[in-house]
């Protein structure tokens, strides 16, 4: 007999303590919670163009985090 036959023979049934159908729930409720948050943040950086293009004019040119290092 194999390690795995005799492992699964000697564990008894471990009862869950939630019905099993409630798991994958949970796991689509976070799941779809979490793409909320992400979809929230689409295009955050297009909002600013007009305070980036003046923070630009006013240093230059030179936009913050581009270039230099």
């Known amino acids: 007999m194999s390690f795995v ?3 699964l023979t000697e ?8 019905p099993l159908i ?3 729930l949970v796991a689509a409720v976070l799941f779809f919670a979490l793409g909320a948050v992400v979809w929230s943040f ?6 600013h163009s007009g305070k980036a ?14 270039g230099g290092h």
């Open 11 to 18: 564990v008894g049934h471990v009862d869950l303590p939630l």
């Open 53 to 66: 293009a003046a923070y630009a004019a006013a240093r230059g040119g030179q936009t913050p985090g581009v």
């Open 22 to 24: 409630v798991y994958p």
């Open 42 to 47: 689409r295009e955050v950086s297009n909002r």
């Open 5 to 7: 036959a005799t492992v």
